[in-house]
């Protein structure tokens, strides 16, 4: 067998032994359980020579894993038969767990809550049994859980349970429990299971909501199509190498799957990967503009995290924290493109035909923009680009710079009296100075919220130009820099006297300043914050 395709099969190895050499090797024992379970002498030989990840001569790593605190496994229990003890809501769950699962779900109870009984009036192959659970019941059950009050009860159940040869779950008690019960992310047939060996269940809730918003409900939809095509795939007798990059683009979509796969799906799929196996031919990729919000990673949007951890390669700009490239698939290539406003910068144009060039190639590229892509972020010129050269965009919004900083001043950009219109403006024109033809009237508007992006520089004459065209001196100003990051820095002042105070304060990072009567609130930060910021030479009053 070729060595890396063995390698790569190694990933779906569930499938390949259910299907590949090893399944043979497996089929071809014909001998009793026991044996079958344990591979020949010679076989295991064959197994490890088959599964070995080294080249000759190099070191054998050792175990792939070690202190594995328990095995997850994933028991089929269709059919089966469960038994229960115990008629609390903890049980409950517990049989509503394995009913779901197929099982034959017995509850022994004397004392039985009304939801067990609904929902055993709902399942007919659910029964309840309205006394305490006997040695004798145990036997022959696929699984045992039970409810216990004492540490002799459980003890009780556990001794029952294990005469009769049945492993065991002693709810809450996992000291007298042969398994645990993880918390589960229910894309089925995608099952994922997670434990902390009993140690604190709370963090594994907390990660499955993680998983839960990571995970695109249609993936279930996917999983299923994955079987039917497996079955459509081995009548096809598909290349080795075909099927391997087959399923590599098929995981690829399903991961950022917004609906279920379409009739074409598997021939498009078939002729990509035999394509991209025998030719390297190119395939059209895609492009999607992401906003990564303004410095926060949690700003970041759900659909944003998804595309980053689907996407082959990453496009991102100096803005984009850190902690957000580094959200993307460990295998995908992060390109830095960024920007800067009086620093050497890359180039508009070289960022555009690297987008066209790369998703050209096939490849899911992510342009991964600070704050949102429509905001300041030259988006047209890359949208009309890639429109231009055939390749599908999308675009991901993000949380915008100033919203970020609104947020965080706990002031609204709106207010009914006093803020009724909103306007984002830049105040760096294509040659780095103020722009000679905004509205001034517009700007000067009492009952507006003004946001000025990329202005720090051009502060002095913007300020000039506004009290020149009527803005009244004492109307609130404040600068907000690195806004949502954890060294923001806030400078307050009035459109009188804030260019004089900033250049004083020589903010480095990003800014943004709010011109506007609505402001006014911001400078009664919570005590506690002014004293914070106070201390920490942040609030520049
Ligand atoms: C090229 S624009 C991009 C704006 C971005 N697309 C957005 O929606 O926030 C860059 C400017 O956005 C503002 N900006 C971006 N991130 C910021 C932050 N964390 N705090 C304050 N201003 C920020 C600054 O004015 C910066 O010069």
Redesign the pocket.
């Known amino acids: 067998m070729d060595r890396n395709a063995c390698l790569s099969e190694r990933r779906d190895y569930t499938s390949w032994l259910a299907h590949g050499p090893a399944a043979s090797i497996i089929r071809s024992t014909k001998v009793g359980d026991e044996q079958r379970q344990r591979p020949r002498i010679g076989q295991n030989a064959r197994m490890n020579e088959l599964f070995s990840t080294r080249s000759e001569g190099e070191e054998d790593r050792g175990p792939l894993m070690r202190d594995l605190a328990c095995l997850p496994v994933f028991f089929a229990l269709a059919g089966k038969r469960v038994v229960l003890a115990g008629g609390s809501n903890a049980i409950l769950w517990k049989a509503e767990l394995c009913q779901a699962a197929g099982a034959e779900v017995e509850v022994y109870s004397e004392d039985t809550c009304p939801g067990l009984v609904a929902f055993a009036s709902r399942h007919p192959q659910v029964s309840l049994v309205s006394r305490r659970i006997e040695p004798e019941n145990f036997r022959g059950a696929a699984l045992a859980i039970a409810e216990a009050e004492s540490a002799a009860d459980a003890a009780r159940l556990r001794a029952a349970a294990r005469t009769a040869g049945v492993a065991v779950n002693i709810i809450d008690k996992p000291g007298f429990s042969d398994f645990q019960f993880g918390a589960i992310v229910d894309r089925s047939p995608l099952v994922i299971g997670i434990s902390t060996n009993g140690g604190a269940p709370k963090l594994a809730q907390a990660l499955r909501g993680r998983l839960e918003a990571l995970l695109p409900r249609e993936i279930k939809l996917w999983a299923q199509t994955a079987k039917v095509w497996r079955e459509k795939m081995k009548v096809l007798d598909t290349p080795l190498k075909t099927r391997l990059r087959f399923w590599e683009l098929f995981s690829g979509r399903a991961l950022a799957a917004r609906c279920a796969p379409r009739d074409g799906d598997l021939a498009t799929l078939l002729a990509e990967a035999g394509a991209g196996a025998d030719t390297a031919a190119a395939v059209t990729g895609s492009v999607a503009l992401v906003?990564a919000g303004?410095?926060d990673p949690e700003l970041l949007t759900l659909k944003a995290l998804r595309a980053l951890q689907s996407a082959d390669v990453i496009l991102y700009d100096d803005?984009v924290a850190p902690a957000i490239v580094e959200m993307a698939r460990r295998e995908a290539e992060k390109i830095p493109v960024g920007?800067r406003?009086y620093k050497p910068s890359c180039r508009q144009d070289h960022i555009v035909s690297q987008l066209v060039a790369l998703a050209s190639q096939g490849k899911r590229v992510v342009r991964l923009?600070?704050?949102?892509?429509?905001?300041?972020?030259r988006a047209n010129e890359e949208i009309a680009a890639l429109r231009a050269a055939g390749i599908p965009v999308e675009v991901v919004p993000?949380v915008?710079?100033?919203l970020?900083?609104a947020a965080m001043l706990q002031v609204s950009l709106t207010e009914r009296e006093k803020a009724r219109r909103l306007q984002f403006i830049?105040a760096?024109a294509h040659d780095g100075k103020l722009p000679g033809d905004m509205d001034w009237r517009a700007l000067c508007d009492p009952r507006a919220s003004t946001v000025?992006?990329?202005?720090?520089k051009t502060l002095e004459p913007l300020a000039g130009l506004l009290l020149a065209n009527g803005m009244d001196p004492s109307t609130p100003a404040l600068l907000?820099?690195?806004?949502?990051?954890p060294d923001?820095r806030r400078i307050f002042g009035t459109i009188g006297n804030l260019a004089a105070k900033v250049a004083e304060a020589e903010p480095a990072?990003?800014?943004?300043i709010f011109i506007g009567e609505s402001f006014a609130t911001a400078f009664s930060l919570p005590l506690t914050q002014v004293k914070l910021e106070a201390e920490s030479g942040a609030l520049a009053r």
Do not use: N, S
Request: hydrophobic letters at 35%; aromatic letters at 6%.
């Open positions: 906003g303004p410095g803005l920007k406003g923009k600070g704050g949102d892509p429509m905001i300041f972020g993000g915008t710079a100033a970020g900083a830049t760096h000025v992006y990329m202005g720090v907000v820099e690195r806004a949502t990051c923001e990072g990003p800014c943004v």
